[in-house]
């Protein structure tokens, strides 16, 4: 595995893993009173609009960020690197230090309670928005491009990236088809676990990407 491959590995666990959507997916299946409809929509929503800017950047950035030299970043993308490096680890620093904030959760639950009951256009829109990689999503169109691929494989590469970032909701999609009562019990618990412990594994997950990221970049700079 290279450095670039295992910072696009980071990038998908980071947008999997990221707290404000793990939190806003499991409120989106507990709150209403079709959680299959108010997750399945809320899902196509996220899926839809991330894979259409992969298949955007596929033929508008393709493979602009690979470098002639292996393992040799290009410049440009190696600044970008040290860059984003910092920060994400200035947001995971700042993250880290903030208090939980109890009206924030207050909000996000009241937010995604409308959600839940809202026509099927309202959901796909709050998926597309708040269930995206979001913040990720440049980097990871960076680090697919970085692996010189053509429109095709671009896109391939995309779609898996988007499957990994949504992987938990459509693990609970899943679940709630074939076992729904229990389904809907784990995910009210997970709900109070993801409240106090979805940030630390985040941010472990982040400063890993920071690391690699600024490792990369300093390693391209100076090689």
Not at 121 to 139: D, H
Request: no cysteine; hydrophobic share 55%; net charge positive.
């Amino acid at each position: 595995m290279t450095s670039v491959d295992t910072e696009l590995v980071l990038v998908a666990l980071g947008a999997m893993l990221s707290p404000t959507t793990l939190f806003l997916t499991v409120l989106a299946l507990v709150l209403g009173e079709r959680p299959m409809r108010t997750g399945l929509w809320f899902y196509l929503g996220a899926l839809g609009v991330t894979i259409l800017i992969g298949v955007i950047a596929a033929f508008v950035l393709g493979n602009a960020a690979a470098s002639p030299k292996p393992n040799t970043p290009k410049t440009w993308v190696a600044i970008v690197d040290v860059i984003a490096g910092a920060l994400v680890l200035f947001f995971v620093l700042r993250l880290l230090r903030r208090p939980r904030d109890p009206k924030r959760v207050a909000s996000m639950i009241e937010q995604m309670s409308k959600v839940a009951s809202s026509p099927v256009i309202a959901i796909v829109a709050a998926g597309a928005t708040l269930a995206s990689p979001g913040a990720l999503i440049p980097l990871a169109l960076k680090d697919i491009s970085e692996t010189n691929p053509n429109a095709g494989q671009y896109i391939a590469e995309w779609v898996g990236f988007a499957l990994v970032s949504l992987l938990p909701l459509s693990v609970a999609l899943v679940m709630l088809a074939i076992a729904p009562e229990p389904t809907r019990r784990v995910l009210s618990g997970a709900r109070e676990w993801l409240e106090r412990h979805a940030r630390t594994i985040a941010s472990v997950i982040l400063i890993l990407l920071a690391a690699v990221l600024l490792r990369n970049g300093i390693a391209g700079l100076t090689g």
